[in-house]
């Protein structure tokens, strides 16, 4: 089920032709990779939610197959297709927070994703608001879009006891 959502995103931006935006928002989905690698680095010995893929081996095969499909492929649809509209851009962003939120409900009523120390459902979809803003503003407001990226992270470390400094 993880696979098959990370090949329908990859053949959605091929089909759209969104794939042809690849060097306009380029850093934006480096930057979202590199923060979910991050999260994996960081939460290493102390996972939040973890992944049981079927065809995928294991949490961090599939966590890397996300990392390196998913979120580029969501990042670059979600920005190549952003009206220009402002109304239409609040029903775009709801719409890809939903549609994200239903997706991960899928996985979860499947038994492909689970939570752990304190993390549910209701946190992934508090997750995603900030997720897709802070991807549009990336683009449009970086210095915007880096804060808010680092006021999430550090609020999630310390909300969630995360032992980044852990002793050996």
């Not at 090949?7 to 935006?21: D, E, H, M, N, P």
């Not at 997706?103 to 997720?131: C, D, K, N, P």
């Not at 808010?148 to 550090?154: F, N, P």
Request: charge should be positive.
């Amino acid at each position: 089920m993880i696979l098959i959502t990370n090949l329908l995103f990859v053949i959605a931006a091929i089909v759209s032709r969104a794939y042809k935006q690849w060097n306009k928002y380029y850093d934006v989905m480096l930057f979202v990779s590199f923060c979910n690698l991050l999260y994996n680095f960081l939460c290493h010995d102390y996972i939040i939610w973890s992944f049981y893929p079927d065809l995928l081996l294991n949490h961090k095969t599939a966590d890397l197959v996300n990392t390196f499909l998913l979120l580029p492929s969501t990042t670059l649809l979600y920005l190549t297709f952003f009206p220009a509209a402002k109304r239409n851009q609040v029903i775009y962003y709801f719409l890809w927070v939903t549609g994200y939120s239903a997706l991960e409900y899928l996985w979860y009523a499947y038994g492909r994703i689970t939570y752990h120390h304190g993390w549910h459902f209701v946190w992934s979809i508090a997750f995603y608001f900030f997720m897709f803003l802070a991807i549009r503003l990336l683009h449009s407001h970086r210095a915007a879009g880096l804060l808010l990226s680092v006021a999430t992270i550090t609020f999630l470390i310390i909300y969630f006891h995360i032992p980044i400094w852990k002793q050996e």
